[in-house]
């Protein structure tokens, strides 16, 4: 699993009738990229692949009697959060 190593904005996107939350966050993530790919040839300098950490978009949702993510926490509190959630990240092209 990536590490979140800085999370840049949390939003809340909507809230159902039902008080279900949808949130998305923009976080830095390690290994999210490849770096530099793979050599086998010749074989003193062979390496596997490097990833590197790149800007990263993710979208959860919290049921209405779930926690909410510690908006005013520290980075930490907020990396601690996400992690458990075991999010999806997408390389955020745009950046």
């Known amino acids: ?8 904005y949390i939003n809340l996107d909507d809230v ?3 008080g279900t939350s949808h949130w998305s966050v923009r976080a830095t993530v390690s290994d999210a990229v490849l770096a530099i ?3 086998c040839y010749p074989a ?3 390496h ?3 990833y590197g950490a790149a800007e990263c978009v993710s979208y959860f949702q919290l049921e209405a009697d779930d926690t909410p993510p ?4 520290t980075n930490r ?3 601690d959060f996400l992690e458990a959630l075991d999010l999806d990240w997408n390389v955020d092209d745009d950046v």
């Not at 510690?70 to 926490?73: E, L, Q």
Request: no cysteine.
């Open 70 to 73: 510690p908006i005013s926490g």
């Open 1 to 8: 699993m990536p590490e979140i190593l800085t999370v840049n």
């Open 77 to 79: 509190d907020l990396t």
């Open 48 to 50: 596997p692949d490097e």
């Open 37 to 39: 790919p793979a050599r």
């Open 16 to 18: 159902e009738p039902d």
């Open 44 to 46: 003193d300098i062979a």
